[in-house]
């Protein structure tokens, strides 16, 4: 069974220092993806990033990266120099290549602190 | 531009009342999703659909029901709506598993249930 466990329910950081939010997954495939998610107190749900499970190097978009570590099944989302607008829920999710399903975690809320 | 639009942003029913709730996606997707977010549980699913007329129960479908009459539109239906259903509704979309192959989403629908 494929599961995402993030254990920070809230989280708070001051402006312009970078921040972890940690994300571990269970899964006996060999193929799948991980992927970051923002929803603002707005609701929309974001998409920020994507790590595929035979990606050597890990996946960066602008201020996020994503530090993989496979043999520990770890998939943590690294923010740099946070912004007031950083401040939202973060999800991690994950999903099987041979599978439609997408399996996401509880959520992590980040405040930003001015 | 990537598009998923729900019926409603927020709704009120009553106890008993059948509630239907619609979800349209413009990217030609095969995939599309139901969840229910509620806090502290992040997202979980209630039903997708991988093809027109085919669906698949999520983890938890009981007391919904989903209809896939177009490729473009996916409805969730609530029979006889309870209490225990207030909720953030989410739908999305995604293309077929594999790769980075990520789900795009709705802006939500808050049900009320009194």
């Known amino acids: 069974a494929q599961k995402i466990t993030q254990t920070q329910p809230g989280m708070f950081v001051q402006e312009k220092e970078a921040v972890t939010l940690d994300c571990t997954y269970d899964t006996s495939d060999q193929s799948y993806g991980l992927f970051w998610y923002k929803q603002p107190s707005s609701g929309e749900m974001i998409f920020l990033i994507y790590q595929g499970s035979y990606d050597e190097q890990n996946a960066t978009e602008g201020r996020y990266s994503l530090n993989f570590q496979k043999a520990r099944k770890s998939a943590n989302l690294v923010i740099s120099a946070s912004q007031l607008g950083d401040s939202a829920m973060y999800f991690c999710?994950?999903?099987?290549?041979?599978?439609?399903?997408?399996?996401f975690g509880s959520g992590t809320k980040l405040n930003v602190k001015p | 531009d990537v598009k998923v639009t729900q019926s409603s942003r927020y709704l009120v029913k009553r106890t008993g009342e059948k509630v239907f709730l619609e979800c349209v996606q413009d990217?030609?997707?095969?995939?599309m999703f139901w969840y229910r977010q509620d806090p502290g549980l992040g997202l979980r699913l209630i039903y997708f659909s991988y093809d027109v007329k085919m669906k698949e129960k999520g983890d938890i479908p009981e007391g919904y029901s989903v209809s896939r009459e177009k490729k473009e539109r996916f409805s969730l239906i609530l029979e006889s709506a309870s209490t225990n259903q207030t909720s953030m509704y989410l739908c999305a979309s995604s293309l077929v598993a594999g790769g980075h192959n990520e789900q795009f989403f709705g802006p939500g629908t808050r049900l009320t249930v009194l």
């Open positions: 990217m030609d997707h095969e995939n």
């Open positions: 999710a994950m999903r099987s290549y041979n599978f439609n399903k997408f399996y």
